[in-house]
């Protein structure tokens, strides 16, 4: 079936703009997450999706980072006056269930200029 | 907070030769998951320990999770130049009803045929 979807698969934006990254996790699962990697480095966690609520978002670096899952299905991370900063590849994974395997989609290189 | 430390940081081997990567955490995990990311690509799950002192084999890879749930190894027997990408190792935080992963910084496998 099909896997992890995420859009756009590159993004680059002027420092200060806005931008939203978008993922559609694999049909029927209920945990979202969202994490960044930064070049050489793993994966760091940003926020946990259980259906529609954000169970756990201790890893938004900031008040400009915001994500949202309205329906409990797709997920639209948002940030606000990007920083050059914020250069990175935004993962996001689904599991059916918030202890189970996490599947990765493809990421999404963002470059603030 | 919660930190995973792997080593080493990049293993350059010989087709044919042996290969191990560590992990540590620094506090006691309720599982750990081992992911493989090729250059370009994302993390692809390869396996979770949950049980203390458990091993667990995948043809030429074997996984051990430490009695203490602290540490994990990934052994790979005579590797192949399939076997190159980053290998990160993630311990699951399962309290406070969170399934976030903590990732290490990854050992990069480069194999030389």
């Known amino acids: 079936g099909a896997g992890v979807s995420q859009t756009p698969s590159n993004k680059v934006t002027e420092k200060g703009k806005y931008v939203e990254l978008r993922c559609d996790p694999i049909?029927?699962?209920?945990?979202l997450y969202w994490y960044r990697q930064s070049l050489g480095q793993g994966p760091e966690f940003l926020i946990y999706?259980?259906?529609?609520?954000?169970?756990?978002d201790s890893g938004l670096p900031n008040d400009r980072f915001f994500a949202v899952r309205p329906e409990g299905s797709v997920s639209t991370l948002k940030i606000q006056r990007t920083e050059r900063g914020d250069s990175a590849v935004y993962l996001c994974?689904?599991?059916?269930?918030?202890?189970?395997?996490?599947?990765f989609g493809p990421g999404t290189r963002l470059t603030v200029l | 907070g919660q930190q995973v430390m792997q080593i080493p940081q990049y293993q350059h081997v010989q087709e044919g030769e042996d290969f191990t990567t560590y992990c540590n955490s620094s506090?006691?995990?309720?599982?750990i998951q081992w992911y493989k990311q090729r250059p370009g690509g994302h993390p692809v799950f390869l396996i979770q320990?949950?049980?203390?002192?458990e091993v667990k084999k995948q043809k030429r890879l074997t996984f051990q999770f430490g009695e203490a749930k602290k540490n994990s190894s990934l052994h790979i027997t005579a590797t192949q130049t399939t076997d190159v990408g980053t290998y990160f190792c993630?311990?699951?935080?399962?309290?406070?009803?969170?399934?976030?992963?903590?990732f290490g910084q990854g050992t990069t496998l480069q194999v030389k045929p």
């Open positions: 994974a689904s599991s059916d269930g918030w202890g189970d395997t996490q599947y």
């Open positions: 049909s029927g699962h209920t945990a």
């Open positions: 999706f259980q259906g529609t609520g954000a169970a756990d």
């Open positions: 506090t006691t995990l309720s599982n």
């Open positions: 320990l949950v049980k203390s002192g």
């Open positions: 993630a311990g699951q935080d399962r309290s406070g009803n969170t399934g976030k992963l903590i």
